[in-house]
Structure formats: structure tokens, C-alpha cells
């Protein structure tokens, strides 16, 4: 059974930051690309970081110099960390793995509220 489970997420302060976790099972972690979407309320779920099976990172350029996506093979687990939190960040962040065009599983989110 293919399970994707985020963590880390919460209530933070303006300025602060997170680290989300995803940890996955039922699937050949190595061989997928792996990304972090969001979606805030009223907003379409975006995607805000990459990282393929070969270890090449991409950011939305509003999130570049703040979000660094990870990934430990070794652990089945990709990482998101945020720093310099924002309000605009508060959203339910999705974790998703994608190997080619037909094969992709989703997580159920993690809510990050950033507010004072």
C-alpha cells in the first residue's frame, strides 16, 4: 500500500521557520521525483519545490532563498525546510512523488498557519 505522511507542520511566528517531513512507503522512494505543493484557502494548490530521483532542485520563485527541499533515500523521506515564515506561507502543504506521466501518489497535507 502506496502511503505518503506529512509532518512538521503547526503554528509558527512571522520570521520563524519549519520543517516538513514526508515520509513514504509502498513505492520505490529512490526512483521518483518528489515535490511540495500548497494550497491556501480560496488559492489553487501550487507547487513550490522539486527534487528529482537524481538529486536536481527546483523552487516557484517566490519561495527561492526561503524553502530548500531534501531528500534521504536512505529513510524513504523528503524534506521541506522554511525559513523567514510569512503569512502568505500559511497553507496546507501536500507532499507528492510522480515517476513519469501515469505514475503519482499523493499525501493527505500538513497545515502551516503562520501568525503572530
Known amino acids: 500500500q502506496v502511503m505518503l505522511v506529512e509532518s512538521g507542520g503547526g503554528l509558527a511566528q512571522p520570521g520563524g521557520s519549519l520543517r516538513l517531513a514526508c515520509a513514504a512507503s509502498g513505492f520505490t522512494f529512490s526512483s521518483y521525483d518528489m515535490d511540495w505543493y500548497r494550497q491556501a484557502p480560496g488559492k489553487l494548490r501550487e507547487l513550490v519545490a522539486r527534487i528529482t530521483s537524481a538529486g536536481i532542485t527546483n523552487y516557484q520563485d517566490s519561495v527561492k532563498g526561503r524553502f530548500t527541499i531534501s531528500r534521504d533515500n536512505a529513510k524513504d523521506t523528503v524534506y521541506l525546510q522554511i525559513e523567514s515564515l510569512k503569512p502568505d506561507d500559511t497553507a496546507v502543504y501536500y507532499c507528492?512523488?510522480?515517476?513519469?506521466?501515469?505514475?503519482?501518489?499523493w499525501g493527505q497535507g500538513t497545515q502551516v498557519t503562520v501568525s503572530s
Open positions: 507528492h512523488a510522480q515517476r513519469g506521466p501515469f505514475r503519482y501518489y
